[in-house]
């Protein structure tokens, strides 16, 4: 599989890609510069870090700033609060989220050092945020089963995938046990999509690839080259739903290594020889 630069955006921190079938668009988020993006073109600027952002069934997006979940209109760019966490610490911010099947927006928060097991996981329906997860450090990729009964997650610094059984209809989760654990000579696992064979696609940070994995039996089964050493997270679209689309960043990179990798912070393609799942919306 080819994979191929689409937009040269050298965003500092490039995360949460986002497909919306019926524009034919990819929403995506530069969180430090604290941008939201559709396609190569910056459509909003926020006040604080957009940690992530979803499809919004009666239109526009569900985005996060650092520590509270907004709604954003696309023709205004104009935002309006919904609702935020009692209890986030504030050196935690919001990183990856998204929707699961039946539209309740998922979203997790990490220590901005990086080091301290002070973030949470939380769903939020529109009404009521729940807090489904707590002591994670750094908040990461989370994806679904094709059939919504298995949720998959990622605590970065554990360089596991956790599965848990998923209540559709209370969107509760339990009995959480290791489906893919990945070597450190892989990279670190970020950001986290899945197809519709049911298997796991995930950037690595520091890895300068994307992986594929059988969260059943735990096994690699591919690995694509991507030319960035930092890829953050990946989204199935396209017209027919079989092209993957990667962000990437350019945080901490020093000059050599942006000489080496100088396409960091890039937004790029590649088709592959299968159907992902959609990007699901936000119901509330």
């Given at each position: 599989m080819r994979v191929e630069l689409l937009h040269d955006s050298k965003a500092t921190l490039g995360e949460g890609p986002v497909w919306d079938a019926r524009a034919q668009t990819l929403f995506w988020v530069?969180?430090?510069?604290?941008?939201?993006?559709?396609?190569?073109?910056?459509?909003?600027?926020?006040?604080?870090?957009?940690?992530?952002?979803?499809?919004?069934?009666?239109?526009?997006?569900?985005?996060?700033?650092?520590?509270?979940?907004?709604?954003?209109?696309?023709?205004?760019?104009?935002?309006?609060?919904?609702?935020a966490p009692a209890d986030e610490s504030a050196t935690n911010r919001f990183n990856d989220g998204k929707c699961d099947p039946r539209g309740r927006f998922l979203a997790g928060t990490m220590d901005m050092n990086e080091k301290d097991p002070t973030g949470s996981l939380y769903s939020f329906d529109g009404n009521t945020i729940t807090k489904l997860l707590s002591n994670v450090t750094i908040s990461n990729g989370m994806t679904w089963s094709p059939d919504g009964k298995t949720f998959y997650y990622i605590d970065t610094p554990t360089r596991e995938v956790k599965a848990f059984d998923y209540d559709l209809d209370s969107g509760a989760i339990a009995n959480p046990r290791a489906a893919v654990t990945i070597p450190a000579s892989l990279g670190w696992p970020d950001g986290m999509t899945s197809d519709s064979q049911g298997n796991l696609w995930i950037a690595m940070w520091g890895g300068a690839q994307i992986t594929k994995w059988n969260p059943h039996t735990g096994q690699l089964l591919e690995q694509i080259p991507v030319p960035v050493i930092q890829p953050s997270s990946c989204v199935f679209g396209g017209k027919n739903m079989n092209e993957l689309f990667i962000t990437s960043a350019r945080k901490g990179l020093d000059d050599a290594a942006l000489?080496?990798?100088?396409?960091?912070?890039?937004?790029?393609?590649?088709?592959?020889?299968?159907?992902?799942?959609?990007?699901?919306?936000?119901?509330?």
């Amino acid at each position: 599989m080819r994979v191929e630069l689409l937009h040269d955006s050298k965003a500092t921190l490039g995360e949460g890609p986002v497909w919306d079938a019926r524009a034919q668009t990819l929403f995506w988020v530069d969180i430090l510069n604290k941008r939201i993006h559709a396609n190569a073109d910056p459509i909003a600027e926020l006040d604080e870090y957009v940690g992530c952002i979803a499809l919004r069934k009666r239109g526009g997006l569900i985005l996060i700033k650092r520590l509270s979940f907004w709604t954003l209109g696309l023709d205004s760019a104009s935002s309006t609060f919904l609702a935020a966490p009692a209890d986030e610490s504030a050196t935690n911010r919001f990183n990856d989220g998204k929707c699961d099947p039946r539209g309740r927006f998922l979203a997790g928060t990490m220590d901005m050092n990086e080091k301290d097991p002070t973030g949470s996981l939380y769903s939020f329906d529109g009404n009521t945020i729940t807090k489904l997860l707590s002591n994670v450090t750094i908040s990461n990729g989370m994806t679904w089963s094709p059939d919504g009964k298995t949720f998959y997650y990622i605590d970065t610094p554990t360089r596991e995938v956790k599965a848990f059984d998923y209540d559709l209809d209370s969107g509760a989760i339990a009995n959480p046990r290791a489906a893919v654990t990945i070597p450190a000579s892989l990279g670190w696992p970020d950001g986290m999509t899945s197809d519709s064979q049911g298997n796991l696609w995930i950037a690595m940070w520091g890895g300068a690839q994307i992986t594929k994995w059988n969260p059943h039996t735990g096994q690699l089964l591919e690995q694509i080259p991507v030319p960035v050493i930092q890829p953050s997270s990946c989204v199935f679209g396209g017209k027919n739903m079989n092209e993957l689309f990667i962000t990437s960043a350019r945080k901490g990179l020093d000059d050599a290594a942006l000489k080496q990798y100088p396409l960091s912070g890039g937004v790029f393609r590649v088709e592959t020889n299968v159907e992902g799942l959609p990007s699901f919306e936000f119901a509330g």
